[in-house]
């Protein structure tokens, strides 16, 4: 798990850091997983997270993200928590990575892994 912060000016960009942080805390690599959930704040943001990380798209948010299922406010990070472990569980994968941006140029990681 991490928090990190960048410019606030820079609306949605925090999951950029956080998720490069969590994977080299795990010793982890991009490839090496399986799913990651992404929570938007608009459409727009999350392109740019994608192009940043160079995560292969088909490994995201592959329930659909917070603009299908819902971006409920104080219960996110439990929702993106849930969704990756429902989707780890269904596709057989081990390793994950959940991501949230907050306002104030936020940004928070978490990777889980399955035994």
Same mark, same amino acid.
Request: charge should be neutral; hydrophobic fraction near 45%.
């Given at each position: 798990? !991490?928090?990190? =912060?960048?410019? $606030?000016?820079?609306?949605?960009? *925090? $999951?950029? $850091?956080? !998720? ?20 938007? &704040? ?11 990380? +160079?995560?292969? $798209? &088909?490994?995201?948010?592959?329930? +659909?993200? &917070?603009?299908?299922? *819902?971006?409920?406010? /104080? &219960? ?16 057989? =994968?081990?390793? +994950?990575? !959940?991501?949230?941006?907050? +306002? =104030? /140029?936020? =940004? ?8």
């Amino acid at each position: 798990y !991490v928090q990190v =912060g960048c410019d $606030p000016k820079i609306m949605g960009f *925090g $999951p950029v $850091p956080a !998720v490069k942080l969590v994977l080299e805390k795990a010793g982890w690599n991009k490839d090496d997983v399986d799913l990651y959930e992404l929570n938007e &704040a608009f459409a727009s943001q999350s392109l740019v997270v994608l192009k940043e990380l +160079g995560v292969d $798209p &088909a490994k995201v948010n592959i329930s +659909g993200g &917070a603009i299908a299922l *819902g971006h409920p406010i /104080g &219960a996110s990070g439990a929702r993106v928590l849930i969704t990756l472990l429902y989707g780890l569980q269904r596709t057989g =994968g081990k390793r +994950g990575v !959940v991501s949230l941006c907050i +306002g =104030g /140029g936020m =940004g928070i990681a978490m990777a889980v892994q399955r035994d």
